[in-house]
């Protein structure tokens, strides 16, 4: 049996003669995650060690069914097995949902979770929601301490690296937020997009006047629009994001071409750190549509 971790009754080795019993009818109690593997796949000794990981976590939520495809031809070619490692997942009986390829722990934690929605929460979701909870609260240092002990059991974590990253910008630790950006194993993925998006504003922010003096100098002069432009980046890093966005809409309206369409970049990176479905963005992307599209 390729097993990589210790002895567990929620991880099982199965033959072709054992297929209908352990796979099929238990699946009806219990989903079964089947994992079609072979000695000589090298990316099935890196998934491996991952999907029985958080299969142990499930403490018995799923099962866990290994397949060698070389010992079990017949059900490989049934199941119309053309590479590994394959992951198939089986509901009353039948496959439910499936993947191929090495994913990480994160990937595969959100896929026992769709086809096991009634699963107790793994230790790293419960983490999260604490640390998340403490950052929103302004518990900076325990949060820091929570993400950090996230990122100790999956160091690919995303909403673990994005959350020490938006952490280390609070804590104007922008050098060290830096370092875990480059460390993100998808930098294209939302979570670490918005936190990239956090952390330029945040770079951005370090050197601009106090709001009071951007306000006077906007009063002054309307068409100041680099005070205007400096104005939202306080507002927003005060939590003042409605403000925030008038004012580059406000540049975007008088000079759309302003600074190399610098206003609507800024006003897409606020975008990108408060997340496509937030009601703001929602709002301002409605304004902005109308401004360029009009």
């Known amino acids: 049996m390729y097993q990589t971790g210790e002895p567990s009754l929620h991880i099982i080795d199965v033959d072709t003669a054992e297929f209908a019993v352990q796979v099929i009818e238990k699946s009806s109690q219990v989903p079964v995650i089947v994992d079609?593997?072979?000695?000589?796949?090298?990316?099935?000794?890196?998934?491996?060690?991952?999907?029985?990981?958080?299969?142990?976590?499930?403490?018995?939520?799923?099962?866990?069914?290994?397949?060698?495809?070389d010992d079990a031809q017949e059900i490989a070619a049934q199941m119309k097995i053309r590479s590994v490692p394959t992951v198939v997942a089986f509901i009353d009986g039948r496959p439910a949902d499936a993947f191929t390829g090495v994913k990480t722990e994160s990937e595969i934690r959100d896929?026992?979770?769709?086809?096991?929605?009634?699963?107790?929460?793994?230790?790293?979701?419960?983490?999260?929601?604490?640390?998340?909870?403490?950052?929103?609260?302004?518990?900076?240092?325990?949060?820091?301490?929570?993400?950090?002990?996230?990122?100790?059991?999956d160091t690919e974590n995303e909403a673990g690296i994005s959350g020490m990253i938006l952490t280390l910008i609070k804590l104007g630790d922008l050098e060290n937020a830096r370092h875990v950006l480059s460390g993100a194993p998808n930098p294209e993925s939302p979570a670490i997009e918005a936190a990239k998006a956090a952390l330029e504003t945040a770079f951005q922010i370090k050197d601009i006047g106090d709001i009071d003096t951007l306000r006077a100098s906007v009063d002054?002069?309307?068409?100041?629009?680099?005070?205007?432009?400096?104005?939202?980046?306080?507002?927003?890093?005060?939590?003042?994001?409605?403000?925030?966005?008038?004012?580059?809409?406000?540049?975007?309206?008088?000079?759309?071409?302003?600074?190399?369409?610098?206003?609507?970049?800024?006003?897409?990176?606020?975008?990108?750190?408060?997340?496509?479905?937030?009601?703001?963005?929602?709002t301002a992307r409605r304004k902005l549509s109308s401004l360029l599209f009009c």
């Open 36 to 69: 079609f593997w072979a000695p000589w796949c090298e990316p099935c000794k890196t998934l491996g060690p991952i999907i029985e990981k958080v299969v142990n976590e499930a403490s018995g939520t799923v099962i866990l069914a290994k397949v060698n495809i």
């Open 111 to 153: 896929f026992i979770k769709k086809i096991a929605p009634d699963i107790v929460p793994f230790e790293v979701d419960t983490m999260l929601e604490f640390a998340n909870g403490a950052l929103a609260e302004g518990n900076l240092e325990e949060a820091g301490e929570v993400f950090s002990q996230v990122l100790q059991l």
């Open 220 to 282: 002054k002069n309307d068409e100041d629009y680099q005070a205007r432009f400096d104005l939202a980046l306080a507002l927003w890093a005060t939590e003042k994001r409605k403000e925030a966005a008038d004012q580059l809409l406000y540049i975007i309206a008088a000079d759309k071409e302003w600074e190399d369409d610098g206003a609507r970049k800024q006003l897409v990176k606020f975008f990108e750190e408060a997340g496509p479905m937030d009601p703001f963005t929602i």
